[in-house]
């Protein structure tokens, strides 16, 4: 039997504002997480209007992310 979700595929656009450009640590209490999104373009215009509202603070990132289901043994 095939698993229905094996080719299904979701975006989330997530970050926030990091401790410093190396964009590895987020700050505290600034994490972003938008979505789900059924497809690629709804989550970037999420992307896009969250990201000219911060324009002004350089530490902040937000990045789109595919999510896929993992295969299963």
């Known amino acids: 039997m095939s698993d229905p979700l094996s080719s299904r595929e979701i975006w989330v656009v997530w970050g926030g504002i990091f401790r410093d450009t190396s964009f590895t640590e987020l700050e505290a209490g600034t994490e ?3 979505g789900p999104f059924s497809n690629m373009q709804d989550a ?20 789109v992310l595919r999510a896929m289901s993992a295969p299963r043994s």
Do not use: G, T
């Open 44 to 63: 970037e215009k999420v992307w896009l209007e969250r990201m000219r509202r911060m324009v002004d603070i350089a530490s902040h990132r937000l990045f």
């Open 32 to 34: 972003e997480l938008h």
